[in-house]
């Protein structure tokens, strides 16, 4: 893969990035890119890091090291006098409005029906009407097939439905990136189906994503790249094609086959 | 005149309407300052800044580890001896409003603490992965979340706060107790106007319990189940919480 300095395809671009919790150092130097219009899905077993790498790209988490940039600027940073500074919560929360991120569990917010949680953030935050966030969320919800569920609270939702709600609370913000943390893991297996499906949809119509996910289906179908973490590090990184038919690394080929056997 | 009719004689009275109008009024505007300050200290004792957090760490502790019936005394015989400037602020009613403010901030700060710690972190964050700033995030996503689990505690210090005032009676405030014992000791009948001030107690006390079973119900997003558990009680168990759990006593936010 080649890596130019700067380059105005790039949506992100994470370079050497460590992370630690105390003394455990969950990220250990990743470096990666993914380009406006990709789909980048991370693979790894569990505590490989993945996760924290995509929390790390809207900074719900802090990075101890490296950079990492969102469509060419730098995020949670700035440079003063030559020195990184943490850059400030208004600064922060505005990239942070332009990227979509949905959660392994969903995290609607209990207290609003479907339609209250996606256009919460465009009117308090994008200073939208509530006429036009409501409308643009109608869309939304027709979208992800839930418009006649507008007016339920999200405890009457399935899994499933509630985090296509997510989704469409995600998207209602017009984000130009997409980060979904195991967005189908806390799914019964009957209900993982209608979330791939908006997901493919989003995908097929140009969507930036990243997708942290266990689904190795989706991952070859959908994926544009794929990235095999393992203890903190890119073990492995290509085309589906690649890595999963192709792989002549040890450790991914051990995990694939673990995935395989389940 | 009988035992009985004295009571009604003063049940009755203009005195006793007004000393529980006091009572009523002194307890809903320290209930009120004690919210706000409780809130303020909250926020500042879960701060990661020290600065912040540890006056509020002490202020709790002041006000929490010593006797409200001192503060009281501090405030209205302690401070003019030494400010004697400050006298003319201190009336029997500033001293009041300012003690039973100041000390209910103390326990309201930790109710409204535990309260924002009860709300899944999840909720903080997806809240920030939509853009919204600190401020805008605890407004609208954070504290909606934990007021139903801060209403519940906070009706019962309401209920304290309006048994509490009779404190004030030290300093010589005329809420219901010591009206009862300024005109009891004087026409020799303290047991008598004892019982009424009770029984005004006991009115305000269960008037606000029907007026928090409105409120914590009113909070429900689903209040369909509510209502059913509202229809199986019987009245003499919402007015005197016989049995079961308080109206609205569970308040668990969505599944």
């Known amino acids: 893969m080649t890596m130019k300095a700067v380059d105005g395809d790039e949506m992100v671009r994470a370079e050497d990035v460590v992370k630690r919790f105390g003394h455990l150092t969950i990220l250990n130097g990743v470096s990666f890119t993914v380009k406006r219009g990709q789909v980048v899905v991370i693979i790894g077993p569990s505590g490989s890091g993945k996760t924290t790498m995509l929390r790390c790209i809207n900074h719900l988490e802090k990075i101890d ?21 943490e850059d400030s919560d208004a600064a922060i929360s505005r990239v942070r409005s332009q990227i979509g991120f949905v959660f392994q569990r969903f995290n ?3 207290h609003m029906t479907a339609l209250e949680n996606v256009i919460e953030a465009p009117i308090h935050v994008l200073h939208q009407s509530r006429e036009e966030a409501t409308e643009r969320a109608m869309e939304l919800l027709a979208k992800v097939g ?19 709600v997510a989704i469409a609370r995600a998207l209602a913000m017009n984000p130009k990136l997409m980060l979904f943390d195991e967005a189908t893991s806390a799914l019964d297996p009957e209900l993982v189906g209608e979330v791939l499906k908006v997901m493919r949809q989003l995908a097929e119509e140009g969507m930036t ?20 973490m393992d203890r903190g590090i890119i073990v492995e990184e290509g085309p589906p094609e690649q890595v999963f038919e192709h792989t002549s690394n040890e450790r991914t080929r051990a995990f694939l086959g673990m995935i395989r056997e389940q | 005149m009988s035992l ?6 003063f049940l009755f009275s203009t005195l006793f309407l007004q000393a529980a109008w006091r009572t ?12 706000i300050i409780g809130l303020i200290l909250a926020l500042m004792r879960m ?37 004697p400037s400050l006298t003319k602020y201190l009336t029997v009613y500033s001293v009041a409003l300012i003690a039973f403010s100041f000390n209910e901030g103390a326990y309201m700060a930790e109710i409204i603490r535990a309260g924002i710690t009860s709300v899944d972190p999840g909720q903080m964050e997806a809240a920030k992965a939509l853009g919204m700033r600190y401020p805008l995030a605890m407004r609208r996503i954070v504290l909606p979340q934990a007021a139903r689990v801060i209403v519940p505690p906070l009706g019962n210090e309401f209920n304290n706060m309006l048994k509490t005032t009779s404190l004030a009676s030290i300093v010589g405030l005329f809420e219901l107790t010591y009206t009862a014992q300024v005109y009891g000791s004087q026409d020799f009948i303290i047991f008598q106007l004892l019982l009424v001030a009770t029984v005004y107690y006991l009115l305000l006390t269960t008037l606000w319990g029907y007026v928090q079973g409105w409120i914590e119900n009113r909070m ?19 007015l005197f919480g016989f049995g079961s759990a308080r109206v609205g006593g569970t308040l668990v936010s969505g599944r």
Not at chain 1, 146 to 164: D, F, I
């Open chain 2, 24 to 35: 009523l009024w002194i307890s809903v505007v320290s209930q009120t300052f004690g919210v």
């Open chain 1, 108 to 110: 609607l917010f209990p």
């Open chain 1, 209 to 228: 994503m990243v997708v942290v996910t266990h689904e190795m289906g989706f991952a070859r179908d959908v994926a544009d790249h794929v990235i095999f």
């Open chain 1, 146 to 164: 839930l418009a006649e569920k507008a007016n339920s609270y999200p405890h009457k939702l399935s899994g499933g439905q509630q985090q296509r």
């Open chain 2, 4 to 9: 009985w009719q004295i009571i009604v004689k």
């Open chain 2, 220 to 238: 429900d997003p689903d209040r369909s189940t509510r209502n059913e558990l509202l229809k199986q009680k019987g009245l003499a168990e919402r």
């Open chain 2, 47 to 83: 701060s990661r800044f020290p600065l912040l957090s540890w006056p509020a760490r002490f202020y709790i502790w002041l006000f929490r580890g010593s006797p409200l019936l001192v503060q009281i005394l501090i405030l209205y015989d302690g401070i003019p001896q030494v400010m």
């Open chain 1, 65 to 85: 090291g490296g950079r990492i940039y969102i469509d060419g600027e730098l995020l949670g940073y700035r440079m003063v006098n030559g020195r990184l500074v």
